[in-house]
């Protein structure tokens, strides 16, 4: 028996749910590359890409996914045998760092435990320590998608300003940009990482590098830079093939045009406000569950918890028989646990994630929700009921009076 016929629902951190409007602009004949329609469009797309970055700098568009991105902004900033400084709080913060040292620059990386933001502090000490500034970036992951972690990247500008370090402040929005509240310009960050397929509602396949004159300026004066990864004729290209160093990702460009057009109707801060509005009808039906059994939320504060992408722990093998359960009966596919290993569970199967991330609205994160609390009790494992009305109760008082 499955009650899984029906439209489905990918509730996992990325790829996140495409808008029909997206799939349909991306259905089409092959355009021309070379003048006409397209060109214009991708021009066009530039002021609403830094709108929803919250910057008056430059941006930079790859034809890849986040872990391209990871080492576009470094070729174009780090050269090998420099140092930069990681804080890591979950598996992306470490993928960033491995990232570096396979490009030949040395980490100093700060491990937080997988309950944590980054702290300020253990930054300020690391970098107060490089009285000679070989420091040259802090790489710092705005949501760490593993433990669903949001952390303070305004307050890492302030120790950097504070301590008058001239290393770069760097971050990755890939989970983040357009879900969690994030402002560029006004937070000091110099570079900044998205990539299409999370809070962007587009299919993998295009990165954006958004930077700041101050990071260009540290461009201009690397010795050699892959002339791929280069970001400056990307983003102030003179012939159309220079956004793209090569064929534009024609299709992806259409679906992200409907995405942006998407985002700005709504208006970014709208936007936030949704993501955070259903972050909090899923917190309410989760703590109400785990009231009783073994059901917990990786990020105990609420004020370090992603708006984006939830990750919980119910116990090995639970984690992952709930996934198997809400996807053939219900068809909602959860995330798997990430870098969430333990002694005894080597594979994570005690935890999984909500993807909430994008075009998602609460009668799908009451379906979600209403789908799990139905699997807990069909595994018979221990939870409060209610959970669900604990979030339709958060959903009614979102509205105001
Ligand atoms: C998804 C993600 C990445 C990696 O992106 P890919 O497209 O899978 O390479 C990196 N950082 C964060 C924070 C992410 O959420």
Same mark, same amino acid.
């Given at each position: 028996?499955?009650?899984?016929? &029906?439209?489905?629902?990918?509730?996992?951190?990325?790829?996140?749910?495409?808008?029909?409007?997206?799939?349909?602009?991306?259905?089409?004949?092959?355009?021309?590359?070379?003048?006409?329609?397209?060109?214009?469009?991708?021009?066009?797309?530039?002021?609403?890409?830094?709108?929803?970055?919250?910057?008056?700098g430059h941006?930079a568009?790859?034809?890849?996914?986040?872990?391209?991105? /990871?080492?576009?902004?470094?070729?174009n900033t780090?050269?090998?045998? $420099?140092?930069?400084?990681?804080?890591?709080?979950? %598996?992306?913060?470490?993928?960033?760092?491995?990232?570096?040292?396979?490009?030949?620059?040395?980490?100093?990386?700060?491990?937080?435990?997988?309950?944590?933001?980054?702290?300020?502090?253990?930054?300020?000490?690391?970098?107060?320590?490089?009285?000679?500034? *070989?420091?040259?970036?802090?790489?710092?992951?705005?949501?760490?998608?593993?433990?669903?972690?949001?952390?303070?990247?305004?307050? #890492?500008?302030?120790? #950097?300003?504070?301590?008058?370090?001239?290393?770069l402040?760097?971050?990755?929005?890939?989970?983040?940009?357009?879900?969690?509240?994030?402002?560029?310009?006004?937070?000091?960050?110099d570079v900044?990482?998205?990539?299409?397929?999370? &809070?962007?509602?587009?299919?993998?396949?295009?990165?954006?590098a958004f930077f700041n004159d101050r990071a260009a300026e540290v461009r201009r004066g690397m010795?050699?830079?892959?002339?791929? /990864?280069?970001w400056t004729? %990307?983003a102030a290209? $003179?012939?159309?093939?220079?956004?793209?160093?090569?064929?534009?990702?024609?299709?992806?460009?259409?679906?992200? %045009?409907?995405?942006?057009?998407?985002?700005?109707?709504?208006?970014? *801060?709208?936007? /936030?406000?949704?993501?955070?509005?259903?972050?909090?009808?899923?917190?309410?039906?989760?703590?109400? /569950?785990?009231?009783?059994?073994?059901?917990?939320?990786?990020?105990?504060?609420?004020?370090?918890?992603?708006?984006?992408?939830?990750?919980?722990?119910?116990?090995?093998?639970?984690?992952?028989?709930?996934?198997?359960?809400?996807? $053939?009966?219900?068809?909602?596919? #959860?995330?798997?646990?990430?870098?969430?290993?333990?002694?005894?569970?080597?594979?994570?199967?005690?935890?999984?994630?909500?993807?909430?991330?994008?075009?998602?609205?609460?009668?799908?994160?009451?379906?979600?929700?209403?789908?799990?609390?139905?699997?807990?009790?069909?595994?018979?494992?221990?939870?409060?009921?209610? &959970?669900?009305?604990?979030?339709?109760?958060?959903?009614?008082?979102?509205?105001?009076?």
């Open positions: 028996m499955t009650l899984a016929n &029906g439209r489905p629902y990918l509730a996992i951190p990325g790829p996140s749910v495409i808008p029909d409007a997206v799939l349909q602009a991306m259905h089409r004949a092959a355009p021309n590359i070379y003048e006409g329609a397209l060109p214009e469009m991708v021009h066009g797309m530039v002021p609403d890409l830094k709108y929803v970055a919250q910057t008056d941006v568009i790859y034809i890849c996914n986040g872990h391209g991105m /990871w080492e576009a902004v470094l070729a780090v050269a090998p045998g $420099e140092k930069v400084l990681v804080p890591a709080s979950g %598996r992306f913060g470490h993928g960033w760092a491995e990232t570096a040292e396979a490009m030949g620059i040395e980490v100093d990386l700060i491990d937080h435990d997988r309950h944590e933001a980054i702290d300020p502090e253990r930054v300020r000490a690391a970098l107060e320590a490089d009285k000679a500034h *070989e420091i040259k970036a802090v790489l710092a992951v705005h949501v760490d998608t593993s433990t669903s972690v949001r952390s303070d990247v305004a307050a #890492l500008r302030a120790v #950097l300003d504070d301590l008058n370090h001239p290393a402040l760097m971050a990755d929005c890939i989970a983040s940009l357009g879900c969690d509240e994030f402002r560029m310009d006004a937070w000091g960050v900044m990482i998205t990539a299409s397929q999370k &809070g962007l509602m587009t299919p993998p396949g295009l990165g954006f010795a050699r830079v892959s002339g791929y /990864w280069d004729k %990307r290209p $003179e012939m159309f093939y220079q956004f793209f160093n090569g064929t534009a990702p024609t299709h992806h460009l259409y679906g992200l %045009r409907v995405a942006l057009d998407m985002i700005r109707e709504e208006g970014i *801060e709208a936007v /936030w406000q949704r993501h955070a509005d259903l972050a909090g009808a899923i917190w309410a039906a989760v703590e109400h /569950w785990g009231a009783e059994g073994p059901l917990t939320l990786n990020i105990p504060d609420r004020a370090l918890r992603s708006h984006a992408v939830t990750s919980l722990r119910l116990g090995a093998p639970h984690g992952a028989r709930l996934r198997a359960w809400t996807d $053939e009966k219900m068809a909602v596919t #959860l995330g798997i646990g990430l870098g969430m290993s333990e002694p005894d569970d080597p594979g994570g199967t005690g935890f999984f994630r909500f993807g909430h991330m994008g075009h998602v609205n609460g009668a799908m994160i009451l379906g979600l929700l209403g789908t799990v609390e139905a699997g807990l009790s069909a595994m018979e494992i221990p939870h409060r009921k209610g &959970g669900v009305t604990a979030a339709a109760e958060h959903l009614s008082g979102c509205f105001g009076a």
